[in-house]
């Protein structure tokens, strides 16, 4: 299953939806990968890790998918991929990569 949650507009309780839809899911049993791709990364802060990776998601999408990407939080079942990317350069990349294909 995969549950995407979006919207352009700031402050519209995306993080806080995301944040607890995932721990919900996470208390019933589901094993849940959170993804924050936030330049603001809120999300990333929802959780207290128990093993943060090496890596984030730019490098996971710039790079592929080479390993050290998924953090732990001490919530069992629940993981996260952390956004790495306070500068705002991911989305210029995937806007001039027509084809991730070349990584």
Known sequence: M???IIRSK????KTTLTA???????DYGYRVLLVDADIRPALSSCFPLAERA??????LITKGPSGGSISRTEIDGLDLIYSDDPD???????LKTADLSGI
């Open 20 to 26: 607890n839809t995932g721990a919900l899911l996470a």
């Open 88 to 94: 705002s350069t991911l989305s210029t990349f995937i």
């Open 54 to 59: 090496e890596r984030g998601l730019t490098h």
């Open 2 to 4: 995969l549950i995407t």
């Open 10 to 13: 700031g402050g519209a309780g």
